[in-house]
Structure formats: structure tokens, C-alpha cells
């Protein structure tokens, strides 16, 4: 054992974890691709700022509380208040309640059963589920992803089949709930039929009480020849939340998915890595960001997108408001491989600091290796112009309306392309709430 | 009285730029401020309204009685000052129709006026876009984006016609005006001149006074008026230039031991 190991099996969450696969797999009959994903965990440990993709987040600090595994099924009446509250205003929708991954059917209003299928991913056995989704392609190297693999055992499996078209989105509303601190990893996947249409909007919520909740979760997405996927993530969350996700989704020919990821303050730690691959020609692609991070938060979205065929669009806007001691870390990756011609991606990431204290992180990273490709990308940090200001307030404008006027006309790449009204609102008006608190808190220190 | 001037200091960066003016401003009246570039006119303009960067250093400035140095850019604003900007800002994202609707309500809140409904809102932009022949189309558009130098300018004198202001200032608006624009520019702050307000016109070129003429015509040089007049002063101006000027007030200076 050399030291780095020593090190690492100094962290208690190491060793549970270490026990707990052990335990699952007593009888030896782990599949190939656990013990794979197993041992990738225990020779590197948890990802350190050793690591390029986690060099500004640091894992260590989220990971050094003590986590049980210890679920608990919260009272009814506490459930049904909560999807209550989780309700977006205004949106007529579907939804899909689930309970530490455990599919609620009391509370969940699915459509007719021609339009779906739905399991618990624990009634799929591994074998099953590791011959159909295969995540062989992206991810290697990524820890949590491989600590997700090896001891996930709970989630959603979800399928539209092929020219269903839902009339009404989906709100996935996740709960989770242990006994103390929380830590759990989820599995969840998405199946789109060819010619299938969806909408998709995903909270995640804690009714831990005040404990810590430490979710790494893995979302698999497939989406067939010619469907198309709206997916809004909605990250509004309590500030004891760590939320590390991957996602990744794979593209056939002529398919679209589009993605928006909400960060929202206030969960300590949000890292999300989203990997998009076009395994088809002709498909299309929107990736929006709007972080909004505040005291205390790091938030961290790493992207990357797969061209391997010719002639896919993708394009990609990230743009992020810091607040007072908050900390954003964007990386977006764009792989054109040789054979994927006549690509256009188109990535931007903007970024406007409210604080001086406040720090963004961000890179860009294209790797093109065809010739007759459009690529572009730009990325900015920035404050409000102060001439700007100015001019809004010279009009009678008071100073925060004008703020928020400025933020508005910042955001306004991406909500414009939000086509859900109801979404669009509510995303908007938690972005001022949140705004107008830390305005509240900050006008004299920042702005005086 | 409705805007008096007293004494008025300030300084940008340490460096003193306005070096003590004395300026008074009644209701229906237009004053020119005119003087070689550098004497500190621009400054004027933008410590009247607020611009964060100046320091006032001395001196009192008033209207209708309140303290106008006490209060922030958008008091100022609704109380009735109106600075139309040399260079007016593009701002890509916030729409025309929103910013004007709310500094409007804004301003209305402030003067105890009743909002207006989204009705009326358009039926007043349509009129006074009528009324200062300002023909660019504002909806679903930025603020200011895409629009010409002289847009941008006519557009400063449409928000002055919505926004109504006791005390218009208008910081070179003919500079960057051809001359059919600069017709069009003055005919519709004509139109909008009243026993009510007051306009203070600061202008290189006496071409604009021929279009809106002053009852009164100001110099300043070196951070002071050094001279007024009637609008005949401007014609003198534009005939000898400014040296003369600037002798009588080196040597005024020299006398005075300064």
C-alpha cells in the first residue's frame, strides 16, 4: 500500500464504501463491469485536484462529514406537501414522484400506459442492464462515475416508445430522505423511441431536515432516430445538498435533444458532467446553462460533446451570475472526430461577477480533427458596465430595477430559447428572489 | 427659479474640471452653453445628473428648491432632470419598450401620476414617436441596438418627449446629425418647449441655434463662465472664435493677481 493509498483509506466514506460493495457481492457474482468499476475506485479513491477535470473542485471537504447509507421512508402527509410544493406554478404536466429512487405510484399522474414504460431499474438485472446500456464510450476515467457504477442499485427506467408523443411534460420530481447525513447514487435512464417526442423537467429534493444529503447520480439517455428530447433541469436546493450528476446521452440520426441546467443557489456543491454523444449524422443539440451562484457555493458544470458523424449542429450557452464568495468552475469540451464533416458547434460561455470576491473558473476546449467543420467558441468574464448603469438610472431607473434589468439582458440568450412559459417564470423569478436577497445583503459592501 | 447654480466645483480623478459656476435657469427659458473643447462642458452636464465619477467639491445646485447634489442619478431623474447623453449606450438584451415602460413607471410612481395600461403605454409611444418624427422600430428591439449614431441621438429626444422633464440637458445632440436630421432633432424639442420646462443646449456649433433659438447664450472656458449673452453672442463666436475670449480671460485673471 503506498502512501496515496494509505491516504485515502484514512476517509471513513472510503472504507463504507469499500465494505459496502464487498457485502453486496459476497457471493462473487458481481457482473464484469461493477468489478471493473469497483477497482477503478479503490486503486484512485475519489477524485482529488490532482485530477484535471477536478482541479478547482475540491472534493475532499464534502466528503470528509459522516454519511450513512440508511434510507427512510418519510410520513405520508410530509410527501404529499412536498410535491405540492415542488409544483412549478402554472405548468400542466405529468409527474413522476420518486422516493430514494423508488418509483411512487400514488403521487406520480402518468399518462395513458400505451405512452410508456416504467420499471424500477432494481427489477432489471445487471446482466440485462449491462448489455442494453453499455457506457463504454465516455466516462472512463471519471470516479464518481465508476463509485456510481459500481454500487448503484436503485433509480428509474423510463421509456417512450417509438412516435409516442407526449401531450403534457414530465416533471420528475426525486426525493431523498435517510435517517442522518445521506449519501446515495442513483441510476436513472431515459429511452426515447425513434420519432418519440418528450419534455422533461427534473428536480431533486432533500427532506433530510437539516442533514447533509451527497448525491452522485448517473442519468443514461438515449435518444433514437428522429425523437426528440426537451430536458430542463431545475437545481434549487438547500445549502447541506451535494449534488454531483452525470449525464450522459447518446444521439442517433436526426434526433434533437435539447438541455437546460438550472443551477440555483443554495446546494454547497453542484458538479455536473454532462456527455453528449452524436452517434448519428444530422442530429441536433442545445445546450443552455444559467448558474447563478451565491455565498458558500461552488458550482461546477463540465460538458462535452461527441461530433463522430457528419453534418450534426450543436451549440452550447453557459452563462453564469456570481454573488458574494460564490465560486463557478465551466469546462466545455467539443470533440469533432475525423469523419464527422460539415459539423457546426457553436459554444459561449459569459460570465458576470456581482462581487469582487466572487471566482469563475472557465475553459474551453475544442478538439477538431476534421477539416470542413464551423466551429466557434467564445467565453467572457465581466462586471456591469458602469455606463450602462448609468444611463438606466439617469432615466429615473432606481438602482436595483436597473441591476436586474442588466441581469435579465445578460440571461436573455438562454431564456429566450426557454419554450416552456411556466418553466421560463418560475426559473426567472427564483433568479430574482435569490438576486434581491443578495442584493439585501451585499449593497453596501459590494456597491457602496 | 427653477435650476440655480452656485459656485460649483468638481473634480475628476483629483483633477479640477469645473472651477466655480454660477448658472440660473427659469422655467420656459433655453440656454446655450457653448466654449472650445476642454472648458468643461460635458462635466457640467454630467454632474447634473449624477455621474458617479465626479466629485463636487464646493458650491450648491437647485431646483425648484431642493437640494439637487443630495440625491442619486434616478432622483434626479424623477424629479425632472433629463440628461440627452452625447453618447448614448447600446444595451443588447433589455428591450426598448421595457426600459421606457419602466422608468415611465418609475417616474409616474414618484410624481404621484396613475400608471398607465399597456394601452395607454403604446398610445403615448406612438404619439410622441409621431411627434419627434422618430420613425425606428422599437418593439423586439435592444436598447439602442443597431440603431445609427443619429438614431441613437433621436432616440435620446423621443425618451425626453415620454419622459416629460422639467429640465432637459442636452449634451451636443447635433454632433454626428446631418442636417435633415438635425431639422428633424430641433424641430421636435420645438414642439416640445414650454412656459413649463427649460432646456440647457450644450453645443459646439452655433447651425443648432439657428434651429432652436436661446434666450441665452453662455461661454465656458477653463471650468467658468466667462461670458453670456443674448443669441447674438453665438454669431459673434462663430465669427472671431474663441481667443478673444480666452485673452479678456487670462488677462482678467492677470489683474486679479491670480
Redesign the interface.
Known amino acids: 500500500m503506498d502512501n496515496k493509498m494509505k491516504k485515502l483509506s484514512k476517509s471513513p466514506l472510503y472504507q463504507q464504501l469499500v465494505d459496502a460493495y464487498n457485502q453486496r457481492n459476497s457471493d462473487g457474482n458481481a457482473t464484469q463491469e461493477r468489478e471493473q468499476a469497483f477497482t477503478a475506485f479503490v486503486e484512485k479513491g475519489f477524485p482529488s485536484n490532482r485530477d484535471e477535470d477536478w482541479k478547482f473542485t475540491n472534493l475532499a471537504p464534502f466528503l470528509a462529514d459522516e454519511y450513512s447509507f440508511d434510507l427512510q421512508q418519510p410520513a405520508a402527509a410530509v410527501l404529499e406537501n412536498a410535491v405540492q410544493h415542488a409544483r412549478i406554478p402554472g405548468l400542466e404536466s405529468y409527474v413522476l414522484v420518486l422516493v430514494n429512487g423508488k418509483i411512487n405510484g400514488s403521487l406520480s399522474i402518468l399518462p395513458d400506459a400505451s405512452c410508456f414504460k416504467l420499471k424500477q431499474l432494481s427489477e432489471v438485472s445487471d446482466l440485462n442492464y449491462f448489455n442494453t446500456y453499455k457506457s463504454e464510450h465516455v466516462g472512463a476515467g471519471n470516479r464518481m462515475l465508476a463509485l456510481n457504477t459500481a454500487l448503484f442499485n436503485e433509480g428509474y427506467l423510463l421509456e417512450v416508445p417509438d412516435s409516442v408523443i407526449w401531450d403534457k411534460p414530465l416533471h420528475i420530481i426525486q426525493f431523498f430522505a435517510g435517517e442522518q447525513n445521506l449519501f446515495i447514487q442513483n441510476r436513472n435512464v431515459l429511452v426515447m423511441g425513434r420519432f418519440a417526442g418528450l419534455e422533461v423537467i427534473e428536480s431533486v429534493i432533500s427532506l433530510q431536515n437539516g442533514h447533509k444529503l451527497f448525491v452522485n447520480n448517473v442519468t443514461q439517455v438515449r435518444v433514437a432516430e428522429q425523437a426528440s428530447l426537451i430536458q430542463y433541469q431545475i437545481q434549487h436546493n438547500q445549502a447541506e445538498d451535494r449534488l454531483v450528476n452525470f449525464l450522459e446521452v447518446v444521439q442517433e440520426k436526426i434526433s434533437r435533444y435539447d438541455h437546460f441546467s438550472f443551477n440555483l443557489p443554495g446546494a454547497e456543491l453542484i458538479r455536473n458532467n454532462l456527455e453528449i454523444v452524436l452517434n448519428g449524422s444530422a442530429t441536433e443539440t442545445h445546450l443552455m446553462g444559467l448558474y447563478l451562484v451565491g455565498d458558500h457555493q461552488l458550482t461546477d458544470n463540465h460538458t462535452a460533446i461527441h461530433h463522430l458523424f457528419p453534418n450534426c449542429d450543436s451549440n452550447e450557452i453557459y452563462k453564469g451570475v456570481l454573488l458574494g464568495k460564490g465560486k463557478a468552475v465551466f469546462n466545455g469540451k467539443v470533440f469533432v472526430e475525423r469523419p464527422a464533416q460539415k459539423t457546426n458547434a457553436f459554444q459561449q460561455n459569459n460570465n458576470l461577477l456581482l462581487s469582487d470576491k466572487a471566482q469563475v473558473f472557465a475553459k474551453p476546449q475544442l478538439e477538431i480533427f476534421a477539416d470542413d467543420v464551423k466551429c466557434s467558441h467564445g467565453c467572457t468574464v465581466g462586471q456591469f458596465d458602469p455606463e450602462s448603469l448609468f444611463y438606466l438610472r439617469s432615466r429615473g431607473i432606481g438602482e436595483d430595477s436597473a441591476r436586474k434589468l442588466l441581469v435579465e439582458a445578460f440571461m436573455f440568450d438562454v431564456t429566450q430559447r426557454i419554450t416552456n412559459e411556466p418553466v421560463k417564470e418560475y426559473v426567472q423569478s427564483l433568479i430574482y428572489e435569490k438576486m434581491e436577497n443578495s442584493f439585501a445583503d451585499t449593497n453596501t459592501s459590494v456597491y457602496g | 427659479m427653477m435650476l440655480s447654480i452656485k459656485n460649483l466645483h468638481a473634480n475628476i480623478e483629483g483633477k479640477e474640471i469645473l472651477k466655480g459656476i454660477n448658472l440660473e435657469v427659469n422655467a420656459g427659458e433655453v440656454h446655450a452653453i457653448m466654449g472650445p473643447n476642454g472648458s468643461g462642458k460635458s462635466s457640467l452636464a454630467s454632474v447634473l445628473?449624477?455621474?458617479?465619477n465626479y466629485e463636487v467639491t464646493e458650491g450648491e445646485v437647485w431646483l425648484d428648491g431642493k437640494n439637487l447634489l443630495d440625491m442619486?442619478?434616478?432622483e434626479?431623474?424623477?424629479e425632472g432632470v433629463?440628461?440627452a447623453?452625447q453618447y448614448?449606450?447600446e444595451?443588447?438584451?433589455?428591450s426598448n419598450i421595457?426600459?421606457l415602460k419602466?422608468?415611465?413607471s418609475?417616474?409616474r410612481t414618484?410624481r404621484n401620476l396613475p400608471q398607465l395600461s399597456a394601452k395607454e403605454f403604446l398610445k403615448m409611444t406612438r404619439e410622441k414617436q409621431e411627434l419627434v418624427e422618430f420613425e425606428a422600430k422599437l418593439a423586439n428591439r435592444?436598447l439602442n441596438q443597431g440603431f445609427s449614431g443619429g438614431e441613437k441621438k433621436r432616440n435620446e429626444v423621443f425618451?425626453l418627449a415620454m419622459?416629460e422633464p422639467k429640465l432637459s440637458i442636452l449634451d451636443e445632440t447635433d454632433s454626428g446629425l446631418d442636417i435633415d436630421a438635425l431639422r428633424i432633432v430641433s424641430s421636435g424639442i420645438n414642439k416640445l418647449r414650454s412656459t413649463e420646462n427649460a432646456f440647457v443646449l450644450i453645443t459646439h456649433y452655433q447651425r443648432l441655434l439657428e434651429y432652436i433659438v436661446p434666450d441665452f447664450v453662455h461661454v465656458l472656458y477653463n471650468g467658468q463662465i466667462v461670458k453670456s449673452g443674448n443669441k447674438d453672442l453665438a454669431l459673434e463666436l462663430e465669427e472671431k472664435g474663441y481667443d478673444w475670449l480666452k485673452e479678456e480671460f487670462h488677462g482678467n485673471a492677470a489683474l486679479n493677481g491670480q
Open positions: 445628473a449624477g455621474r458617479e442619486k442619478p434616478e434626479r431623474a424623477r433629463f440628461l447623453f448614448p449606450v444595451i443588447p438584451g433589455v421595457n426600459f419602466t422608468a415611465l418609475e417616474i414618484h435592444s425618451q419622459l
